[in-house]
Antibody, heavy 121, light 111 residues
Framework: EVQLVESGGNLVQPGRSLRLSCAGSGFTFEDYAMHWVRQVPGKGLECVSGISWNSGIIGYADSVKGRFIISRDNAKNSVYLQMNSLRPEDTALYYC??????????????WGRGTMVTVSS | QSVLTQPPSVSGAPGQRVTISCTGSSSNIGEGYDVHWYQQLPGSAPKLLIFGNKNRPSGVPDRFSGSRSVTSASLAITGLQAEDEADYYCQSYDRSLSASIFGGGTKLTVL
C-alpha cells in the first residue's frame, strides 16, 4: 500500500525558515517524480514544486521561486521542501504527492494527508 | 487567478449528467500536455480521478469520464450520486511556467 507521510509543519514567524519532509513507502520511491502541493483552508490547490526521479528536472510556482528548495534522498525514500523567507501568504496545508511517472509533468496518483504551515507573528 | 479556468460551481439532481470544463492556453493544454482530474471530498486529500485526459485509475467508477480538445478539457459525471458532492480540480503542465498547474476548482452540488 502506498503511503506518504508529511512532517515538519509548524507555526513560524514571517521571514523565518522551515523544512518539510515526506516519507514514502509501498512503492519504488526512486522511480517516481514527487511533488509538494499546498492549499489554503477553504481555497484551491496550488502546485508548489515538483522534482523528477533523479532530481534532473525541478519546477517551482512563481510564488515561491527563489525562496523554496525541493530536494529528495532516494536512499531514504524521502522528499523535502526547504522554505525560506516565509510570508503570511505561505500559510497553508502542504501535501506531498507522488507522480505517476518519473517525470514531474504527469499526474499525481497518491497524496499524503498534509502538514499545516502557519506563518504569523 | 489560475492559469487553467474552471467554473466555480456546478449542480445537478441525482441521476443527472454534469460536465466541468477546464480551459487552458497554448502553453499548457494547447502545447499537448495531458490533463488530469482530481476529486476532493470535504476534509480529505485530493484523489486522482482521471489521468492522461481520459483514463480512469483502478476503482474509479465509469460514471466519470474525461475528454480533451485543443486548449480545453472536460470532466463528465453521469448518474449523479449524493457521494459525488465534492470539489473537482483539473491539472496540467505549463511550458512557460515550467511547472504543473491546477485549475481554480469547481464545487459540485448534488441537489
Amino acid at each position: 500500500e502506498v503511503q506518504l507521510v508529511e512532517s515538519g509543519g509548524n507555526l513560524v514567524q514571517p521571514g523565518r525558515s522551515l523544512r518539510l519532509s515526506c516519507a514514502g513507502s509501498g512503492f519504488t520511491f526512486e522511480d517516481y517524480a514527487m511533488h509538494w502541493v499546498r492549499q489554503v483552508p477553504g481555497k484551491g490547490l496550488e502546485c508548489v514544486s515538483g522534482i523528477s526521479w533523479n532530481s534532473g528536472i525541478i519546477g517551482y510556482a512563481d510564488s515561491v521561486k527563489g525562496r523554496f528548495i525541493i530536494s529528495r534522498d532516494n536512499a531514504k525514500n524521502s522528499v523535502y521542501l526547504q522554505m525560506n523567507s516565509l510570508r503570511p501568504e505561505d500559510t497553508a496545508l502542504y501535501y506531498c504527492a507522488k507522480g505517476d511517472s518519473s517525470s514531474p509533468r504527469d499526474a499525481f496518483d497518491f497524496w499524503g494527508r498534509g502538514t499545516m504551515v502557519t506563518v504569523s507573528s | 487567478q489560475s492559469v487553467l479556468t474552471q467554473p466555480p460551481s456546478v449542480s445537478g439532481a441525482p441521476g443527472q449528467r454534469v460536465t466541468i470544463s477546464c480551459t487552458g492556453s497554448s502553453s499548457n493544454i494547447g502545447e499537448g500536455y495531458d490533463v488530469h482530474w482530481y476529486q476532493q471530498l470535504p476534509g480529505s486529500a485530493p484523489k486522482l480521478l482521471i489521468f492522461g485526459n481520459k483514463n480512469r485509475p483502478s476503482g474509479v467508477p465509469d460514471r466519470f469520464s474525461g475528454s480533451r480538445s485543443v486548449t480545453s478539457a472536460s470532466l463528465a459525471i453521469t448518474g449523479l450520486q449524493a457521494e459525488d458532492e465534492a470539489d473537482y480540480y483539473c491539472q496540467s503542465y505549463d511550458r512557460s511556467l515550467s511547472a504543473s498547474i491546477f485549475g481554480g476548482g469547481t464545487k459540485l452540488t448534488v441537489l
